[in-house]
Each structure stands twice: as C-alpha cells, then as structure tokens.
C-alpha cells in the first residue's frame, strides 16, 4: 500500500512537469548547442616540495611537463592502497620513462621503517617514495586527504585524473588516462 501511495505521488508531482515540457516550443539546434553546459576545466597541479626515502627532497615541478606523472597517496594502514601498489608498479615498468610514479606516504613520521619496508616488499625506488607526514600535500590535492588518491597529470601540467579509492580494475582507468596523456 506504501508503494502505490508513493508511486501515486510521483505521478502527481511529474505530471505538471511533463505537461509544462510538451508545452514549450523546440529549441532551435543553434540555441541547444549554445545550452549545453561547457566541458569541465582541467585544473593545473600544484607544486610541492617533499622529502624522499632517498633522503633528498623531491619537486614536483623537475618532472611535471616532461613527462606524465601519477601521484599516489597511500598509508601502510590502508589495504586498498596495498593492492594498488603492485598495480601501479606494472604501469611504471610499461611506459618507463615516459611516465613518473610518486608514492605519496600519508603515514605518521613514527612509521617511517614500515613505509621503508613496503618500499623494499614492492621494490619501488626510493627517489619515487615520498613522506606527507604533515598531510599538506595530500590535503591541498584533496580535501578529505583520506587514502587511496590517485591523481593522473598530463604533459601539460593539467589535472587529468582525480580517483579516490581503489578497487580491482580501477588501474585500467589509471592506465587509459596515463596512456591517453603521452
């Protein structure tokens, strides 16, 4: 009875709508187009300056327009971000240097030998892993600054991909964006 009460007040509420749509005269093709709402804006990435694993620090802007880069925000507690790694791993091998991966730890500075030993458990190199330990980075691309946050960035230095979360078969859209960005 619920379910026919509510259908009932659907019908009533979209029947004027409906009615009010059949009414209004087509729109000339020319007025539809100019209507339409505009493709987004990619927005550029922002800089930022960040210790390594290697002990140096790392800019964003020596890499960006060079080559297509992925920045991945993870944290040792973050099971998701675990599955990407590997994931992100197999893109870095396939495009080599055309494209550069930073590992971005959101992790707290007291766990730094952790962040050290999945480095070495995934091979990455330690000049591509990063400590957000103050989570500035990750909060300015971001504002939930919560893990896994995948961000693609083309040659252009544009935003082209923002993917919170992970899940198996979320790499293919990272790989197509990547690949589409060369």
């Not at 590997?86 to 707290?108: A, C, H, R, T, Y």
């Amino acid at each position: 009875m619920r379910l026919v009460a509510t259908l009932i007040l659907s019908l009533l509420v979209a029947l004027p709508t409906l009615a009010v749509a059949e009414d209004a005269p087509d729109a000339a093709p020319e007025e539809a187009a100019k209507e339409a709402p505009a493709a987004p804006q990619l927005a550029p990435a922002s800089d930022f300056t960040l210790p390594s694993m290697a002990g140096d620090n790392v800019s964003l802007s020596d890499v960006m327009g060079d080559q297509v880069v992925v920045l991945s925000f993870w944290a040792t507690w973050c099971g998701p971000c675990l599955k990407e790694m590997p994931k992100l791993v197999e893109m870095q091998n396939e495009f080599g240097d055309q494209v550069k991966i930073f590992w971005i730890s959101v992790d707290d500075a007291k766990d730094e030998a952790k962040i050290g030993a999945i480095t070495k458990r995934f091979k990455l190199p330690d000049d591509q892993v990063l400590k957000d330990f103050e989570r500035k980075v990750v909060s300015a691309y971001h504002k939930r600054g919560v893990p896994p946050f995948t961000v693609v960035i083309d040659k252009n230095k544009l935003k082209v991909l923002e993917k919170l979360g992970y899940t198996d078969g979320d790499e293919k859209k990272i790989h197509d964006k990547v690949a589409a960005s060369l």
